[in-house]
């Protein structure tokens, strides 16, 4: 349900080789200026197969980077939209902080 629903969103799957997920799904947001950030979500089963996942975000500040995980529940708590919902609170939350952009178009 969660894979389908982030794929038709526009997220891209990939192997998560840096933690425990079973999967990772990554998603580039960009305007006409350049790429703002990304959104990762990192999709794990626990020992009954049920899916948890959490979503990762890394923006950049002025002086340093930080790295924000938003959420971490199971799937059956979902309530769809989903990945509609949580990259609006995504944004608003990259607009409050003032954060820079990750790579800027020429």
């Known amino acids: 349900m969660i ?6 969103s526009g997220y891209k799957r990939y192997e998560d080789y840096l933690r425990r997920a079973y999967c990772l799904y990554q998603k580039k947001i960009t ?5 703002r950030y990304f959104i990762n ?11 948890t996942f959490e979503v990762d975000l890394q923006f950049e500040l002025d002086d340093c980077v930080m790295n924000i995980t938003l959420f971490d529940f199971k799937i059956e708590e979902l309530i769809y939209p989903v990945a509609e919902a949580i990259e609006s609170k995504v944004e608003d939350i990259w607009q409050k902080l003032g954060a820079k952009y990750y790579e800027e178009y020429e």
């Open 31 to 35: 305007d006409p200026k350049g790429i």
């Open 3 to 8: 894979e389908k629903i982030l794929e038709n």
């Open 41 to 51: 979500y990192y999709l794990y089963r626990d020992e009954k197969q049920n899916i």
